[in-house]
């Protein structure tokens, strides 16, 4: 009888995509057929892969800046929504405080999904984000709320409106190239659930609440921050191998940033993200002693378990790069950094699953309890 489930869902297919194609035996992520590799190099930004999720396309020039102005308008979020996060402790978990803020708005924002007018509002929700995301991380930090400055396009103006200084270019093209890669990876957990949610044709707001409910969850967003946290308690790059022999091998304890449900080889996203790190790590000491940890501790890893296909996922390296460009390991902050990212994927996949897919996901379970009982009274039960 147990045979008939599939025990995480793993391998069942839920939706049909044109967004997002995994080849995990080699190691292969492409967009709607582009590489994330090639879009990286190649120099594109953020808007236009949020504009390929949202339409199918890379924009043109004219159709970038239109999109780009329809996502700035959503820089301005209703007085409420803000109020929702400072109405919140400070040592609230920072994509707890993103629900809040999503919650907010799906308690006031009007929607009915519309093919007409989905993905306009698909791009507001886009620079919402941006927004709620900048001021979570004030509020966290005990600094005033912000309106994004757009100038510099999207990653410009998340890092000017959250660290509130001007990036470098350097810091700039880490975190554009962040977003890309960390923006869908098919139908994880976080996906999945906020899927679930908009098949009751609930509002996109609270499909993103949902799904952010899952991402906050340790096993999906949290593996960046849990990779710092190992680097951290191994302290020093000459204590790596005797770290390695006394939890990994000798204690069995997790490898933490190491595994794929998905990939049996080096994670694409996580070799672009080794070499921002290995950029930028030089320029903040506590993120530069980490680096050479990971660097160590990735060759040991590799070692010892590269022959069974586990190796290092994007988590692995994406905290180095979070904490050189300047964000605390503390509250989460790295896996709202993930969701800032997310969120074009989980909209791009919630529009393509109610405009063309649509049905009420509602699955069954098998029932293993006792088989039929009568009822006893209270008074009457030995």
């Avoid at 953020?46 to 700035?72: C, H, M, T, W």
């Avoid at 994509?95 to 306009?120: I, P």
């Avoid at 906020?194 to 996109?204: E, F, I, K, W, Y």
């Avoid at 904490?323 to 989980?346: C, D, E, H, V």
């Amino acid at each position: 009888m147990m045979e008939r489930i599939s025990r995480g869902l793993e391998d069942v297919d839920i939706k049909w995509t044109r967004l997002t194609t995994i080849d995990g035996e080699r190691g292969i992520l492409r967009y709607s057929g582009y590489s994330v590799e090639d879009l990286v190099n190649g120099g594109a930004s953020a808007e236009e892969i949020q504009y390929l999720f949202l339409n199918g396309e890379l924009p043109r020039e004219q159709e970038l800046r239109d999109f780009s102005s329809k996502v700035e308008r959503g820089y301005h979020v209703p007085a409420h929504v803000l109020s929702a996060i400072s109405n919140l402790p400070r040592s609230s978990d920072a994509v707890a405080l993103q629900m809040g803020a999503f919650a907010a708005l799906a308690a006031s924002e009007r929607f009915k999904w519309d093919k007409t007018t989905d993905r306009d509002v698909a791009a507001s929700t886009i620079g919402n984000m941006l927004t709620i995301t900048a001021n979570v991380y004030r509020h966290v930090e005990g600094m005033p709320f912000t309106e994004p400055d757009p100038r510099g396009g999207y990653a410009t103006a998340f890092l000017r409106a959250a660290l509130g200084r001007e990036p470098t270019d350097e810091e700039s093209k880490a975190m554009n190239a962040a977003l890309i890669l960390y923006m869908d990876h098919e139908v994880p957990a976080s996906t999945t659930a906020g899927l679930v949610v908009v098949s009751t044709l609930s509002d996109m707001y609270s499909g993103v609440t949902g799904a952010l409910a899952a991402l906050k969850g340790p096993l999906h967003g949290g593996a960046a921050e849990a990779a710092i946290a190992q680097f951290a308690e191994i302290g020093s790059e000459d204590s790596v191998e005797k770290w390695f022999q006394e939890n990994i091998l000798s204690g069995r304890r997790r490898l933490m940033g190491f595994g794929h449900r998905v990939y049996r080889t080096y994670d694409p996203r996580a070799r672009i993200f080794k070499g921002f790190a290995e950029r930028l790590a030089p320029r903040n000491p506590e993120a530069y002693k980490y680096y050479r940890i990971a660097l160590k501790l990735e060759e040991l890893g590799i070692a010892q378990f590269g022959s069974k296909g586990i190796y290092p996922n994007t988590d692995f390296w994406s905290g180095i790069v979070y904490m050189s460009i300047g964000f605390p390991l503390k509250n989460n902050i790295y896996t709202s950094l993930f969701a800032l990212s997310r969120i074009t994927g989980w909209l791009a996949h919630f529009i393509e699953y109610v405009e063309e897919q649509h049905r009420l996901i509602r699955p069954r379970a098998v029932y293993t309890g006792p088989g039929e009982r009568r009822f006893i009274p209270l008074a009457s039960r030995s």
